[in-house]
């Protein structure tokens, strides 16, 4: 019986464990397969194979049911995720439903959650824009949070390595605030967006319009290629899946790469209970999990265990993680474990009309958009707050019809349509202050469909945030003013946090062990062999978007990993 | 009768929908099976009149052609809210009762409800909705591309 028993553990030992899919971690479990380890991937959600489960991928508008609408019910019992802009019916498959996963909002966040193999990162806006050291050494400089325990020369050759293999689009703009990086041709601006940068760039010394880099192969290479990727052919139906694999997702690119080794054993439906501590040996040794369909519990063992499940599962994972060295979390010696969450204060837009350039237009779709760098605080404190905001910027021109009337008029109307103005649109992207009083926990009493405790989440904005908001306002209103641009309309309409779908830390990277949970290789400073290298470990937000970041971490600490361990 | 023929008298497809035999089916059953609001087969082909009204066969497909007023039902059943959907139904009873008799008397029927009313309003909108996202506009009066494969960020207009 103890043979039978030593077999069935060997059987479920691995040299390492990712926990979770999505673009953190098919990085991490690609890395790791590549360098020769035995790996056992575990996703909660179901199986989602590159193409083949991409099912709406190749519909046309008229084949859905509700011409893409999400029908009322739904939005009913679903109020969160239906706040999200790409949740409809092309992709609200991918999407986590609200009645299937609760958890408790002790202030309103939106929490919005892809639960398949592939997490999220068949979802995500694909924007890659690299941080820098005005980010890295932001905390220190502006004294809030911890110091940053890297600067940009520990992750650059990370980003360079990530860059090549997902195939980022990029022009090199030479901006110290934005690296340039491995680019493929970039996405061009269109005839007004380059009318709008010309301006802005000449009149606000500082401020720079540029094209968004993005993970589109706009001229795939080699390495893409060889993952079965080709050209992005400008669908813009990205939320679907793509069958090109024309974006970067781990569907389409790490994990069939990392399979490919023939060292990856993925195992979908396998909800992650805890990380196993065992206080003899004084390290982590394995993952409890409970199958999603069975509700059966079984526990996995490897030497090293990389904690991917996304920024706030990876707390609850680590938060449900208990034993008697550490009884409040693994790794939680400091007490700020669960604590310092923040997000991207995306919650203000602007919109304007041009009535130039009206004997252009454009023709086909455009992957890509249009982004300003942060300009405000960059080089030294300025304004009333503190950090900065990037804004999107797009300019697009489109037809539309008069729809009055009935009859015969109505239609041929609706059959010409006429060209309009220029629709000029912007959104802030601003960063937020990492504070002890926005944190998630365990709910004491709430548990979900297997057991585990739901998570409490406690995350609000702050004057900061609403003294940026205002300026980004301001500042938006007067540069589109000085463009030309007419029909202004503010939206700082707001959203709650969590929508901007940017939540990052409660684990976060520091120096010192008694302020922070993670070292400079993203290890567990009191259980260095549990990684955690997605969105928990961030200790600031930059305003940069986050996931090429995580992406770079995870190549990095699978590097250190594999030599040090 | 042959397998495709059969398959054919089954089910109508329209853009999306399959149209068969509801469970009550009866004449009074509607083409299609609705989940929240209640409407015959007389509702229906009302409704079926007053889109045509809207957008009439001409040299092309219209309203009926295209099946729009299932379309119209449709999402009002599912995608509407409780509110816009009593306000529906109670201004379908009231067309029920005009003494219409022809597209012309339709059309003038409409055009003499308030810009505001809550009928005429979704009852269009719907309309020209499953009008323009129909496979017969997209694929032949406003091609829909798929895969444009293509950005062009400066084209001049040939005025």
């Given at each position: 019986?103890?043979?039978?028993?030593?077999?069935?553990?060997?059987?479920?030992?691995?040299?390492?464990?990712?926990?979770?899919?999505?673009?953190?971690?098919?990085?991490?479990a690609k890395e790791l397969c590549e360098k020769g380890l035995k790996t056992l991937v575990l996703e909660r959600g179901r199986d989602v194979k590159h193409i083949k489960d991409y099912p709406t991928t190749n519909k046309y508008p008229w084949?859905?049911?509700?011409?893409?609408?999400?029908?009322?019910?739904?939005?009913?019992?679903?109020?969160?995720?239906?706040?999200?802009?790409?949740?409809?019916?092309?992709?609200?498959?991918?999407?986590?439903?609200?009645?299937?996963?609760?958890?408790?909002?002790?202030?309103?966040?939106?929490?919005?959650?892809?639960?398949?193999?592939?997490?999220?990162?068949?979802?995500?806006?694909?924007?890659?824009?690299?941080?820098?050291?005005?980010?890295?050494?932001?905390?220190?400089?502006?004294?809030?949070?911890?110091?940053?325990?890297?600067?940009?020369?520990?992750?650059?050759?990370?980003?360079?390595?990530?860059?090549?293999?997902?195939?980022?689009?990029?022009?090199?703009?030479?901006?110290?605030?934005?690296?340039?990086?491995?680019?493929?041709?970039?996405?061009?601006?269109?005839?007004?967006?380059?009318?709008?940068?010309?301006?802005?760039?000449?009149?606000?010394?500082?401020?720079?319009?540029?094209?968004?880099?993005?993970?589109?192969?706009?001229?795939?290479?080699?390495?893409?290629?060889?993952?079965?990727?080709?050209?992005?052919?400008?669908?813009?139906?990205?939320?679907?899946?793509?069958?090109?694999?024309?974006?970067?997702?781990?569907?389409?690119?790490?994990?069939?790469?990392?399979?490919?080794?023939?060292?990856?054993?993925?195992?979908?439906?396998?909800?992650?209970?805890?990380?196993?501590?065992?206080?003899?040996?004084?390290?982590?040794?394995?993952?409890?999990?409970?199958?999603?369909?069975?509700?059966?519990?079984?526990?996995?063992?490897?030497?090293?265990?990389?904690?991917?499940?996304?920024?706030?599962?990876?707390?609850?994972?680590?938060?449900?993680?208990?034993?008697?060295?550490?009884?409040?979390?693994?790794?939680?010696?400091?007490?700020?474990?669960?604590?310092?969450?923040?997000?991207?204060?995306?919650?203000?837009?602007?919109?304007?009309?041009?009535?130039?350039?009206?004997?252009?237009?454009?023709?086909?779709?455009?992957?890509?958009?249009?982004?300003?760098?942060?300009?405000?605080?960059?080089?030294?404190?300025?304004?009333?707050?503190?950090?900065?905001?990037?804004?999107?910027?797009?300019?697009?021109?489109?037809?539309?019809?008069?729809?009055?009337?009935?009859?015969t008029d109505l239609k041929e109307s609706l059959l010409n349509p006429k060209l309009g103005l220029w629709s000029i649109g912007s959104h802030m992207m601003g960063e937020t202050i990492p504070k002890e009083s926005n944190y998630v926990a365990?709910?004491?009493?709430?548990?979900?469909?297997?057991?585990?405790?739901?998570?409490?989440?406690?995350?609000?904005?702050?004057?900061?945030?609403?003294?940026?908001?205002?300026?980004?306002?301001?500042?938006?209103?007067?540069?589109?003013?000085?463009?030309?641009?007419?029909?202004?309309?503010?939206?700082?309409?707001?959203?709650?946090?969590?929508?901007?779908?940017?939540?990052?830390?409660?684990?976060?990277?520091?120096?010192?062990?008694?302020?922070?949970?993670?070292?400079?290789?993203?290890?567990?400073?009191?259980?260095?062999?549990?990684?955690?290298?997605?969105?928990?470990?961030?200790?600031?937000?930059?305003?940069?978007?986050?996931?090429?970041?995580?992406?770079?971490?995870?190549?990095?600490?699978?590097?250190?990993?594999?030599?040090?361990? | 009768?042959?397998?495709?023929?059969?398959?054919?008298?089954?089910?109508?497809?329209?853009?999306?929908?399959?149209?068969?035999?509801?469970?009550?089916?009866?004449?009074?059953?509607?083409?299609?099976?609705?989940?929240?609001?209640?409407?015959?087969?007389?509702?229906?082909?009302?409704?079926?009149?007053?889109?045509?009204?809207?957008?009439?066969?001409?040299?092309?497909?219209?309203?009926?052609?295209?099946?729009?007023?299932?379309?119209?039902?449709?999402?009002?059943?599912?995608?509407?809210?409780?509110?816009?959907?009593?306000?529906?139904?109670?201004?379908?009873?009231?067309?029920?009762?005009?003494?219409?008799?022809?597209?012309?008397?339709?059309?003038?029927?409409?055009?003499?409800?308030?810009?505001?009313?809550?009928?005429?309003?979704?009852?269009?909108?719907?309309?020209?909705?499953?009008?323009?996202?129909?496979?017969?506009?997209?694929?032949?009066?406003?091609?829909?591309?798929?895969?444009?494969?293509?950005?062009?960020?400066?084209?001049?207009?040939?005025?």
């Open positions: 019986m103890a043979n039978l028993l030593n077999d069935s553990a060997k059987q479920r030992t691995y040299d390492a464990i990712v926990i979770g899919s999505g673009i953190s971690g098919g990085w991490a084949e859905f049911e509700h011409r893409n609408e999400i029908p009322y019910a739904i939005k009913q019992e679903n109020p969160i995720v239906s706040r999200c802009y790409a949740y409809r019916e092309d992709a609200a498959h991918f999407f986590v439903k609200d009645v299937e996963h609760p958890y408790v909002q002790e202030k309103p966040f939106d929490w919005i959650r892809g639960y398949q193999v592939g997490g999220k990162s068949l979802l995500w806006a694909r924007q890659t824009q690299r941080w820098s050291d005005f980010d890295f050494e932001g905390p220190a400089r502006d004294q809030f949070a911890v110091d940053w325990p890297i600067r940009y020369q520990d992750l650059k050759p990370w980003y360079d390595h990530v860059e090549r293999f997902a195939g980022i689009s990029g022009d090199r703009d030479g901006l110290p605030e934005l690296p340039d990086g491995e680019f493929l041709p970039a996405y061009p601006l269109n005839i007004v967006e380059k009318y709008f940068k010309q301006q802005i760039e000449s009149k606000y010394p500082g401020r720079k319009v540029i094209s968004a880099r993005c993970a589109h192969l706009s001229q795939p290479k080699q390495i893409h290629i060889d993952q079965g990727r080709v050209q992005c052919q400008n669908r813009v139906l990205c939320q679907r899946g793509c069958p090109f694999g024309g974006y970067f997702s781990s569907n389409a690119s790490t994990l069939p790469w990392a399979a490919k080794t023939g060292n990856m054993t993925l195992r979908p439906d396998s909800v992650v209970h805890s990380i196993l501590y065992d206080d003899a040996k004084g390290k982590a040794v394995g993952v409890k999990v409970i199958d999603k369909n069975s509700k059966e519990e079984m526990d996995f063992f490897a030497d090293v265990i990389f904690l991917n499940a996304g920024a706030l599962n990876s707390n609850l994972i680590l938060l449900n993680s208990k034993s008697s060295r550490f009884p409040n979390g693994l790794g939680n010696d400091s007490g700020t474990l669960g604590k310092y969450v923040a997000f991207h204060n995306y919650s203000a837009r602007i919109s304007a009309q041009y009535e130039g350039h009206l004997d252009y237009t454009t023709e086909g779709r455009r992957p890509g958009g249009v982004y300003i760098p942060r300009f405000r605080n960059l080089h030294k404190q300025e304004m009333d707050f503190l950090r900065g905001y990037a804004a999107g910027f797009g300019a697009s021109r489109s037809k539309s019809a008069d729809q009055s009337g009935f009859g365990l709910d004491a009493n709430l548990k979900d469909e297997w057991g585990m405790p739901q998570l409490k989440i406690s995350v609000d904005y702050d004057d900061n945030d609403a003294k940026m908001k205002q300026d980004y306002l301001d500042t938006m209103e007067e540069m589109f003013t000085t463009a030309g641009f007419i029909n202004i309309k503010r939206n700082d309409a707001g959203q709650a946090p969590g929508l901007d779908i940017h939540e990052m830390g409660g684990v976060r990277m520091g120096h010192d062990p008694k302020t922070s949970m993670l070292n400079k290789w993203n290890q567990l400073h009191s259980c260095p062999n549990v990684f955690v290298t997605d969105g928990a470990c961030m200790t600031s937000t930059s305003t940069q978007n986050p996931s090429l970041t995580y992406m770079a971490f995870a190549a990095r600490a699978v590097d250190y990993a594999v030599k040090h361990l | 009768m042959n397998r495709r023929t059969a398959i054919k008298q089954l089910f109508v497809v329209a853009g999306g929908m399959l149209i068969a035999t509801s469970c009550d089916s009866g004449p009074q059953a509607t083409s299609i099976a609705l989940n929240h609001i209640k409407l015959n087969k007389a509702d229906e082909d009302l409704l079926a009149e007053l889109t045509e009204a809207i957008l009439p066969k001409t040299d092309s497909p219209g309203a009926k052609d295209l099946n729009l007023h299932l379309f119209v039902m449709k999402m009002v059943d599912d995608c509407a809210n409780p509110e816009d959907q009593a306000n529906f139904l109670q201004g379908l009873q009231q067309a029920a009762k005009s003494n219409a008799k022809n597209q012309q008397d339709w059309q003038s029927y409409l055009a003499a409800l308030p810009a505001e009313d809550a009928f005429v309003s979704i009852l269009k909108r719907r309309t020209i909705q499953g009008y323009l996202n129909s496979e017969y506009v997209m694929k032949n009066k406003l091609i829909y591309e798929l895969v444009p494969s293509r950005y062009n960020g400066a084209v001049k207009i040939n005025a």
